[in-house]
Nanobody, 126 residues
């Protein structure tokens, strides 16, 4: 079993910044992918960013490239999503998820991810 706990969401004005955290606990092993997804009302869950825990390889959705940065702290089993230059269209519930399959690439579909956090709300006002 793996548990994921997100924190750091909130309300921010357009152009502002937020940092989300995702702490993983349980039987993660050392070769997994941790990713952030988001879901806005009425829309499907979409990939935002992901990181291969073994070597730090990252991947981003085109909509957030250059604005969001995913990083990790191995010692704390924690991943972060630094979100800068936020836009109203970034408003969504943000979820972290873990893919335990030891894949060599960051997978962008939600289906392969084994465990999910409960989500944290991010609201960007115009």
């Amino acid at each position: 079993q793996v548990q994921l706990a997100e924190s750091g969401g909130g309300l921010v004005q357009a152009g502002g910044s937020l940092r989300l955290s995702c702490a993983a606990s349980g039987r993660t092993g050392s070769r997994y992918t941790l990713a952030w997804f988001r879901q806005a009302p009425g829309l499907e869950r979409e990939f935002v960013a992901g990181i291969l825990w073994s070597d730090g390889t990252t991947s981003y959705a085109d909509s957030v490239k250059g604005r969001f940065t995913i990083s990790r702290t191995n010692a704390k089993n924690t991943a972060y999503l630094q979100m800068d230059s936020l836009k109203p269209e970034d408003t969504a519930v943000y979820y972290c998820a873990i893919d335990l399959s030891n894949t060599p690439i960051v997978r962008v579909a939600p289906g392969p991810y084994d465990y999910w956090g409960r989500g944290t709300q991010v609201t960007v006002s115009s």
